[in-house]
């Protein structure tokens, strides 16, 4: 069994509480201002944006520090397009046949449909796949553990680094996402875990108007 290895954690910024206060309040007022955005502009992003913010969301917390995760990040229209075909064929039986009425009448406020075009518009598409086994420097072949948390941390922390950088998002999940794999070559030990859509908004873009609940709605404190 490998021994742990230690050194100084001195990483730790010391700041005065009411600095930490003001920063807690600033980067809430900072995320507050995220909203998923379905119309996207096809103005280019740079890439070393993308790639800072990558590298933000490789720095999450995972299971045993496995780091389940693979980011595929598109660009290139042809991969754009039939990945927006794929998307839409699957969102298309979604919207006619597969959603239950009570799914259907829970999605009505966001106005959403089968018609995917920020799909190719949009200058990236990031799928991220979550990875039940992984394969270490040395070849051997090892279980994940605490997969889905693991990769959501990633996720929540990859929108929130790119909310940081100025860009906008959308987590499209279209069920199923088999298709990833085959377009984007990807082995099966990899599941796609979500499609990130990310650039700028387009300038006439709209949103729902619907809110996010209170403090005292989501917490407890005991
Ligand atoms: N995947 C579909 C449906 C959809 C489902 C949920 I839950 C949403 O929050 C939004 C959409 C689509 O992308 O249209």
């Known amino acids: 069994m490998t021994q742990p290895q230690y050194i100084p954690f001195d990483a730790h910024q010391n700041l005065a509480e009411e600095d930490m206060i003001r920063r807690a309040f600033e980067f809430r007022q900072e995320m507050q201002t995220r909203r998923s955005v379905r119309q996207f502009s096809d103005r280019a992003v740079p890439r070393e944006i993308i790639e800072e913010c990558l590298q933000t969301a490789g720095s999450a917390p995972s299971g045993a520090n496995l780091q389940p995760w693979h980011f595929v990040v598109i660009s290139d229209s042809a991969v754009k397009r039939q990945i927006r075909l794929a998307a ?12 239950p009425p ?5 999605l009505a406020p966001l106005g959403t449909d089968e018609h995917k075009p ?3 518009i949009a200058p990236y598409l990031i799928a991220i796949f979550a990875l039940n086994n992984s394969q270490l420097e040395d070849g051997r072949t090892v279980k994940n553990y605490y997969v889905s948390e693991s990769v ?10 790119l909310h940081h950088a100025g860009l906008a998002c959308l987590t499209h999940t279209p069920s199923p996402m088999k ?3 085959r377009i984007l070559n990807r082995p099966p030990n990899e599941r796609p875990y979500l499609l990130l859509v ?7 873009a709209v949103v729902p108007d619907i809110s996010k609940k209170s403090l005292d709605q989501i917490a407890s404190f005991v």
């Not at 839409?88 to 959603?99: L, P, S």
């Not at 009570?102 to 829970?106: D, N, P, R, T, V």
């Not at 959501?152 to 680094?161: K, P, Q, R």
């Open 118 to 120: 920020f799909l190719e």
């Open 88 to 99: 839409e064929q699957e969102e298309h039986e979604f919207y006619t046949r597969r959603a």
């Open 198 to 204: 990310v650039g700028y908004p387009a300038p006439e």
């Open 152 to 161: 959501g941390i990633s996720t929540g922390m990859l929108i929130t680094a």
């Open 102 to 106: 009570e799914w259907m009448a829970a």
């Open 179 to 181: 298709f990833l794999n």
